[in-house]
Nanobody
Framework: QVHLVESGGGLVQPGGSLSLACAAS????????VGWFRQVLGKEREFVAA???????????YYSNSVKGRFTISRDSAKNTLYLQMNNLKPEDTALYYC????????????????????WGQGTQVTVSS
């Protein structure tokens, strides 16, 4: 059982940047597959980014096409914290953003779907003005 708490959301103008953080407690995230999803009212939760240990000394990162080149997922293992750096924000990025820990050792195809997630944060709102 992992408790996840997001922070860093807010209001930003188009083209601006925000950095989200997800602090974990209860268990370590160092070898867990973790990620970020987002959701707007009335729509399904959408995959944003994921980070998975590659079995060696590094993590591999994956992004949805809509955010690739603009967002960066990273970790600070010493602080047991997950981050999402968001640059060049657009109005369509407006959503409630959730951090997530996946169940077990998910296949690549499982990273894109919310059904693969065991633990969710409560969300932090990101609003990009038009």
């Amino acid at each position: 059982q992992v408790h996840l708490v997001e922070s860093g959301g807010g209001l930003v103008q188009p083209g601006g940047s925000l950095s989200l953080a997800c602090a974990a407690s209860g268990r370590t995230l160092s070898t867990s597959a973790v990620g970020w999803f987002r959701q707007v009212l009335g729509k399904e939760r959408e995959f944003v980014a994921a980070s998975r240990w590659n079995g060696g000394a590094a993590y591999n990162s994956y992004y949805s096409n809509s955010v690739k080149g603009r967002f960066t997922i990273s970790r600070d293992s010493a602080k047991n914290t997950l981050y999402l750096q968001m640059n060049n924000l657009k109005p369509e990025d407006t959503a409630l953003y959730y951090c997530a820990r996946y169940r077990g050792s998910p296949l690549l195809s499982s990273l894109w779907v919310s059904e693969s997630v065991d633990d969710w944060g409560q969300g932090t709102q990101v609003t990009v003005s038009s």
